[in-house]
T-cell receptor, first 112, second 112 residues
Framework: AQRVTQPEKLLSVFKGAPVELKCNYS??????LFWYVQYSRQRLQLLLR??SRESIKGFTADLNKGETSFHLKKPFAQEEDSAMYYC??????????????FGKGTLLTVNP | EADIYQTPRYLVIGTGKKITLECSQT?????MYWYQQDPGMELHLIHY???????EKGDLSSESTVSRIRTEHFPLTLESARPSHTSQYLC???????????FGEGSRLTVL
């Protein structure tokens, strides 16, 4: 069963425009969610996690349990934000052991 | 800087060959993971380990096997490779309290 859904495979915006990458999840417990990013020719790396409630590189993500969503947002996109973004859900319920399941990813292109 | 290494980066082999994909990390992380990723698809967890002599199968059934004899080393083995094993294999590690996975650069396997 698909636990993490990223409905957009590709997303293209212009520099300075707002961007929202969608992520929906299905999980019966208390979810712990993450966003990972892969820039061109770089490794997959953590962008942010919902429990830290932080803004990284201008990106924020709010967990909405009612809509089971964890959308990633940035008010003003930059060209260097162009990358592959993956939403991930921890299947272990946020204990000390982490086992992440990933969505299919969204390729974000920010045009000049 | 994440210190997790995968070798080989690229491998093309014939059907029936035995192959081992190496993964090593120098961060002293207890937890290590293997993900399989086909082009344009999500990462699928195939094996994980929470410490030495501990290995578990992931969500995606895989004919590969793993071992964890040393903390820093988590090799993946295919006894008899088949074309269906053609994929990218990503190794990752994490600290015991953190949900942040550090990924290697991946091993791209092609079985002819």
């Amino acid at each position: 069963a698909q636990r993490v859904t990223q409905p957009e495979k590709l997303l293209s915006v212009f520099k300075g425009a707002p961007v929202e990458l969608k992520c929906n999840y299905s999980y019966s417990g208390s979810p712990e969610l993450f966003w990972y990013v892969q820039y061109s020719r770089q490794r997959l790396q953590l962008l942010l996690r919902h429990i830290s409630r932080e803004s990284i590189k201008g990106f924020t993500a709010d967990l909405n349990k009612g809509e089971t969503s964890f959308h990633l947002k940035k008010p003003f996109a930059q060209e260097e934000d162009s990358a592959m973004y993956y939403c991930a859900l921890d299947l272990e319920g946020g204990g000390s052991n982490y086992k992440l399941t990933f969505g299919k990813g969204t390729l974000l292109t920010v045009n000049p | 800087e994440a210190d997790i290494y995968q070798t080989p980066r690229y491998l093309v082999i014939g059907t029936g060959k035995k192959i081992t994909l190496e993964c090593s990390q120098t961060m002293g992380h207890d937890k290590m993971y293997w993900y399989q990723q086909d082009p344009g698809m999500e990462l699928h967890l195939i094996h994980y380990s929470y410490g030495v002599n501990s290995t578990e199968k992931g969500d995606l059934s895989s004919e590969s096997t793993v071992s964890r004899i040393r903390t820093e080393h988590f090799p993946l083995t295919l006894e008899s490779a088949r074309p269906s094993h053609t994929s990218q294999y990503l190794c990752a590690s994490s600290e015991w309290t953190a949900g942040e996975l550090f990924f290697g650069e991946g091993s791209r396997l092609t079985v002819l």
